[in-house]
């Protein structure tokens, strides 16, 4: 039962490492995001990660994401994988050459985030190549794959060509997660040219910060071979987003949109799947159901996914998600006009609120 700092209230909802409640975070941000900024720095601090994007005056620049790092000579970009060295901006992984990842078959059908609406769904025998890349633009203190800090960008890494090589006659598709596939687009992309080449779907789940100039290029690969943008929408309310993440959310939205443009293309098989982790005593039903509108102004065919939470990371002392929280999820997105939504990780779900 950890108490919040502005308010004083207490709750078994409120994570005692950010020691805010979600009212106080949405209603008194100027208060409460210092607070969780805090938080943010001593959670990068272990892993010799940046603090803070840098933003120094005349830095070399990366546009790679929505982060805009600008390093003077010595720092290092908010992802870890670049830095000024010499007025050079060095990439240490993240390019053709080099990825920062591991990778694994996973059965078909598998616990993708987009299962019950994919084409992988009926494909017994056959394997998606997961692709785990080491690097993420966002610092969710809920992160659930949090060990990917401890991956190190100065190893040897594998190239795109040797990630594709990877694919055997087997694989329906592959699926760039993480971290996120954001940092490292350049390494991606050059590996789902190879592997669209040899007829396998290519398939994303990224938090949608990624420069728009990089989209239309996921788009067309998933596009045409059959695959799908899976888009994880942390939050709807921006100052809760930034108290969870770190970041804004208003590129991930933009890009959100962007993608959505293209469903027309491919109705028969959806594009674009969007997924929230249901963090018990943050992500409420009042951001489900803002989200959900969203989605639904767009298209309301956009299959919605609503994740049960399991505790990690920095968010460790929170409940696993709620049946009620779950249901009234769902009923809030199917409320304001979404036709396809469904409540996944069922097997997470607990009666504790």
């Not at 943010?40 to 840098?54: D, K, T």
């Not at 939050?235 to 933009?254: K, P, V």
């Not at 959505?260 to 109705?267: C, V």
């Not at 039903?285 to 990371?313: K, M, N, T």
Request: hydrophobic content about 35%; some cysteine.
């Amino acid at each position: 039962m950890a108490q919040c700092k502005l308010c004083g209230r207490k709750s078994p909802l409120i994570a005692s490492s950010l020691a805010l409640c979600v009212d106080c975070i949405r209603q008194r941000p100027t208060e409460a995001l210092p607070l969780a900024r805090e938080v943010h720095r001593r959670s990068r601090r272990q892993f010799n990660l940046p603090e803070v994007p840098p933003d120094t005056p005349a830095g070399k620049s990366c546009h790679l994401c929505s982060n805009q790092c600008r390093m003077g000579e010595g720092e290092t970009g908010y992802c870890g994988l670049r830095s000024n060295e010499h007025g050079v901006l060095k990439h240490h992984a993240g390019t053709p050459a080099k990825g920062l990842l591991h990778w694994y078959f996973d059965p078909l059908p598998t616990n993708c985030v987009a299962d019950w609406v994919c084409a992988g769904h009926t494909r017994y025998g056959y394997k998606n190549l997961a692709v785990f890349y080491g690097a993420c633009t966002f610092n969710c203190l809920f992160c659930q794959n949090w060990h990917y800090r401890e991956m190190s960008p100065h190893g040897p890494g594998l190239s795109a060509a040797e990630l594709a090589a990877c694919a055997d006659q087997r694989t329906f598709c592959v699926c760039y997660f993480g971290g996120d596939p954001t940092p490292q687009m350049a390494h991606a992309l050059a590996a789902s040219r190879l592997l669209a080449e040899r007829g396998i779907r290519i398939c994303w789940e990224t938090n949608g910060s990624m420069h728009p100039a990089l989209v239309e290029e996921m788009v067309e690969l998933s596009l045409h071979s059959g695959g799908c943008i899976k888009f994880d929408l942390k939050a709807w309310n921006e100052d809760l987003h930034r108290a969870l993440t770190g970041s804004s959310n208003e590129r991930t939205l933009q890009n959100f949109a962007t993608v959505a443009a293209y469903i027309h293309r491919r109705p028969q098989l959806p594009l674009l799947i969007a997924s929230t982790l249901l963090v018990p005593g943050y992500v409420d039903v009042q951001e489900v159901r803002q989200l959900a509108a969203f989605i639904a102004s767009l298209d309301p065919s956009i299959p919605y996914a609503l994740l049960g939470f399991y505790p990690h990371f920095y968010i460790h002392d929170l409940p696993t998600t709620s049946v009620r929280h779950a249901e009234e999820a769902l009923a809030a997105a199917q409320e304001v006009g979404l036709h396809n939504v469904r409540i996944g990780n069922r097997h997470l779900l607990s009666h504790a609120y």
